[in-house]
């Protein structure tokens, strides 16, 4: 018998598959291992069932995108949710995220969270100027989860960021039903512990779908894709005005003089930490050949 699902856990081997009937525990069949295309959560997939109650994945329908950090599928918004207190959250590290969703054609969502212990400012200003939504919350105190909830309303949603800045307690204050395991963060070391160890994705109601996945490091950044150099610019949306607008027309942005990006950085309409991200990801990219990807 075959039925058709989504994918919202994956965990020691088994995919479970939400179909019309319920949730269904999946091996995948070998084949994907052989060429190179696993299964993952969000998925929309093709299941044959057996009379025990347990299926196997047959074939995996047509992907509107996919990531490896978070990894996720067929995602609306990626929402990065940061801190700028225990942990603060390196700015770096959701541009490196944000310029992966926008090659994607994923959405971005900034979560400033724990602003009951630090508004975060300084995150939040330098994300306006970005055009992606930004919320401030305090999943502690409630802050801001009605606006959260009406930016998430009606899409398939995966929580991001680093360890301990609250994504599983941000999902247990808007679905407290859902009871996810959250931890301390080391006053020592301003980091958390991994308290979710796999991706898993809840209904929360309204066609509403979010994915709570394990947190991440600074140094885990470079786990994610990889986005040629020639194509950054356009995963920047606040520079979109001024690209075209350079002295030169193949202008990288970098030092060049007439450069419009630059100018706009240096007048304030372009925040310095965003441009300075940009910096860096331009010489991993220049780093980064293509053909490595292919191996």
Request: proline letters at 4%; one cysteine or more.
């Amino acid at each position: 018998m075959m039925e058709d699902g989504i994918i919202v856990k994956a965990l020691s081997g088994f995919y479970y598959v939400k179909t019309a009937d319920g949730v269904v525990a999946c091996k995948a069949r070998g084949r994907f291992r052989l060429d190179g295309t696993s299964p993952l959560v969000g998925d929309r997939v093709s299941v044959s069932l057996d009379p025990d109650g347990t299926g196997r994945v047959d074939g995996i329908h047509e992907r509107r995108n996919f990531f490896i950090r978070p990894a996720v599928a067929n995602t609306d918004c990626l929402v990065f949710v940061a801190a700028a207190v225990n942990p603060v959250t390196d700015p770096f590290l959701i541009d490196r995220v944000a310029v992966i969703a926008e090659a994607a054609d994923c959405g971005v969502l900034v979560c400033v969270n724990k602003c009951d212990l630090d508004p975060g400012d300084g995150l939040a200003t330098a994300y306006a100027k970005t055009g992606y939504p930004v919320v401030r919350t305090s999943a502690a105190t409630g802050q801001g989860l009605a606006a959260l909830r009406q930016a998430l309303a009606g899409r398939v949603c995966a929580f991001t960021g680093n360890s301990g800045v609250g994504k599983s307690s941000l999902l247990n204050a808007l679905c407290p039903a859902l009871s996810l395991q959250t931890g301390e963060v080391s006053e020592r070391l301003g980091r958390g512990r991994h308290t979710t160890r796999h991706v898993e994705l809840f209904d929360l109601g309204g066609e509403t779908y979010a994915a709570d996945t394990p947190g991440f490091a600074s140094f885990d950044v470079e786990m994610v894709n990889a986005v040629e150099k020639d194509e950054l610019q356009f995963c920047f949306p606040e520079f979109q005005p001024y690209i075209g607008r350079c002295r030169f027309d193949d202008c990288a942005h970098l030092r060049e003089p007439g450069c419009a990006v630059t100018a706009a950085v240096a007048a304030g309409d372009v925040a310095q930490s965003r441009y300075d991200s940009y910096v860096r990801l331009y010489d991993l990219s220049a780093r980064h050949k293509s053909w490595e990807d292919k191996k």
